[in-house]
């Protein structure tokens, strides 16, 4: 699995553990879904379901 997640190449070293960095990940994730639209994130979730077909 892969995620789209831009951050600085610093980033990866100031986090003491994979774990640490799951957290970063996920509330970038979160941070950029909580942005989007109603519009914008039913257009992602159905992209999604057609995707895994």
Not at 7 to 15: I, N, S
């Amino acid at each position: 699995m892969t995620f789209d997640v831009d951050m600085p190449l610093a980033t990866l070293f100031k986090v003491p553990t994979v774990g640490n960095l799951a957290q970063l990940i996920e509330e970038i994730i979160t941070a950029e879904i909580e942005g989007l639209s109603e519009a914008e994130a039913e257009h992602i979730a159905l992209a999604a379901l057609i995707d895994r077909k």
